[in-house]
């Protein structure tokens, strides 16, 4: 029988997870948990989902779902500390070898572009794991994602741009079907293909005021670039 594995989006419902610039975490796990979800059904992975939609699951009922009935789970997150902090960090258990956090944290980041920050576990003061979703998984194997800071402006910046979004999300895939045992291949480029709809924010007869304007729009978390023309 062949490895299974089930796709976390962290927090969600009535837990929106960390916030910044009109972002809510919860969002974006659940974005990046579906597009993994269904690329690893398609490669032929045996995959589930804790959750699909907008609910709400606290630690006991989230981890209910998946104890110990799969081999691996990838548990989506992005952080948020002080605005300064920033970079691609994964978490595995205190008892868990650390190689396919590791495999994992360098494929997000050459994918992203952003630090690879740290790769690590904790342990709290009773000598077991201090994240539930390691403390109370089982025998499935836990990796946590922190993608980047959402409250970094370029972290944040970077995963506004869908085919950023999508090449991490895409880079998880491809090293879960190692750890699996699976066949990867890449998607193809009619679905991998992004339509891009074009949104002019101002026009200006003097370039200051067009970076101006361009300055102001990457403050606030988006891309902004200057056409002349």
Known sequence: MGKSIIIDAGHGGSDPGATAFGVKEKDWTL??????????????????????????????????????????????????????????????????DKTFASQLAKAVSNASGLPLRRVFSKK?????????????????????????????????????????????????????CKELGIRYKAPSEKAAATSLYRVQNGAFSKKEQAEALAKKLTGAGFEAVIVKG
């Open 124 to 176: 709290n003061a009773s000598g077991t794991d201090w994240y539930f979703m390691h403390r109370l998984t089982g025998t499935t194997k836990t990796v946590i994602i922190e993608y980047g800071f959402l409250d970094h402006k370029e972290d944040h910046a970077r995963y506004r741009t869908d085919a950023i979004f999508y090449a991490a999300a895409e880079s998880v895939v491809e090293v879960v």
């Open 31 to 96: 974005k990046i948990s579906l597009y993994q979800y269904e690329r690893l059904k398609e490669l032929g992975a045996a995959v589930a989902l804790t959750r699909s939609k907008d609910t709400t699951l606290d630690s006991a009922a989230r981890t209910k779902v998946f104890r110990g009935q799969y081999d691996y789970c990838i548990s989506n997150h992005w952080n948020a500390f002080n605005g300064k902090a920033r970079g691609v960090e994964t978490i595995h258990s205190i008892f868990a």
